[in-house]
Each structure stands twice: as C-alpha cells, then as structure tokens.
C-alpha cells in the first residue's frame, strides 16, 4: 500500500512554543490530506482537511489559527500548532485521500507540552 | 452521514477465524464500506472495503449482507498480530468530492495464545 511518513514521531516542547508537524505521501501524489487528533483511550477526531494550492477546511471547534495547516505541494501538509498549551498534548495522525474513501496513515506524532 | 455499529470488544484464540460484525443500518446506496484498523501506538491501516460484493484481500475478506444493513469482517486465522482496535466506516462526501472518515469507538479484539 501506499506510505505516509511524518515527522517527527515524537516531540516535547514547553508551553507557549510552536511545534510544526509534517506529513508527507512517500510514493504518491495527495490532493487532499487530513489532519486527526487523538487522546488516549479514545477514538481518532477528524481536525481539518488539507487541500493543496487552498484553505483548509477546519471541523467545528477547532481553531484555525491556533492548528496552522500548509499544503504547498501534493506530497507535503504541515501542521503548526501555535502557542501549545498541556491541553494541546495528544497523538497527532494525518492521512492521505486515495481512491474511493481510502486513506492511507501515517504513524503519527506523539505531542507533550510541558 | 450513515452510522455504523459496532461491539466494544471481542476476543479470539490464536489461529482461529475471528468474524467482525459492523451494522450500518442507515446506509445509503453509494456509500462505500470500509474497515481500518489500530495497533497501539500506532496510526490506523487500511484493512479493506467494499461497496456490494463480498471482497477478499491478503488481510481479510469482508462479507457484505444482501441488503447492505450490515458486514462482516473475517480474518481467517488470528495472530497476535491482530489484536487491535477495528473500525468499520462509511466514508462521507465532502465538497471536493474526496471523502472523509468519522471513527467511531470501533472494536478492540483481543487475541489470546
């Protein structure tokens, strides 16, 4: 199947830093990437939609500017979280489209605030 | 968007088939039934997916009802490589045409030696 890596795996930082997270579809071309959000013992929630050359679209309650999303090519979606607070410590997951509602994962990015 | 319905849990010997029920009673005549799934730690994997016809894959085979209310499911022989959370979704449409996943709780299997 089709990879999607991302980077970095893991990440600690202190409150009130920027942590960037990248995802990137090793062996195909993404038009369309997504970015979930998962806290333990719970199920993944879907963040945002990246589309490349445009916005991306956010779910209802999260913050745009707080979760900065950049698609500037078909194989690379960045996502920024600014001004991370605890709350913001979770496992970060993203996915690119493939064909007929399939998605391909990436591994994810654990996130610590401290 | 149709929802699915899965059970919370369920456990399996190893090398026994282990049969995944997922109901989706409110499903639609396009949508598309497709299951993941999660290792700990780990971002899901696309295990299969079907929109009538039974399927068969390297992983699993999914045996869709005759009247699209439900699925199963089948990993023929368990491995304790299998124990994860699965989930059973139906993809929605969005404005650009692709489709989004909505995760439910899904069913973690748990396979014993």
């Known amino acids: 199947g089709a990879v999607v890596s991302q980077h970095p795996s893991r990440v600690i930082c202190k409150s009130g830093t920027s942590v960037k997270i990248e995802c990137r579809s090793l062996?195909?071309?993404?038009?369309?990437m997504f970015w979930y959000r998962q806290f333990p013992k719970q199920s993944l929630m879907l963040m945002a939609t990246s589309n490349e050359g445009s916005k991306a679209t956010y779910e209802q309650g999260v913050e745009k500017d707080k979760f900065l999303i950049n698609h500037a090519s078909l194989t690379l979606s960045t996502l920024t979280v600014t001004s991370a607070h605890p709350e913001d410590s979770s496992f970060y997951i993203c996915?690119?489209?493939?064909?007929?509602?399939?998605?391909?994962f990436g591994p994810g990015t654990r996130l610590l605030v401290l | 968007d149709a929802k699915t319905t899965q059970p919370n849990s369920m456990e399996s010997n190893e090398e026994e088939p282990v049969h995944l029920p997922c109901n989706h009673s409110t499903i639609s005549g396009t949508d598309y039934i497709h299951w993941y799934r999660q290792l700990p730690s780990q971002g899901p994997e696309y295990v299969i997916h079907?929109?009538?016809s039974n399927v068969n894959n390297r992983m699993a085979s999914l045996a869709i009802a005759e009247d699209r209310k439900s699925s199963t499911l089948i990993l023929h022989r368990a491995t304790l490589r299998d124990a994860a959370v699965y989930y059973c979704?139906?993809?929605?449409?969005?404005?650009?045409?692709?489709?989004?996943?909505?995760f439910g709780s899904g069913t973690r299997l748990q396979v014993q030696p």
């Open positions: 996915s690119a489209s493939g064909g007929a509602g399939t998605q391909y």
């Open positions: 062996d195909f071309q993404a038009t369309t």
């Open positions: 979704i139906l993809p929605s449409r969005l404005d650009t045409g692709r489709r989004a996943l909505t």
């Open positions: 079907g929109l009538t």
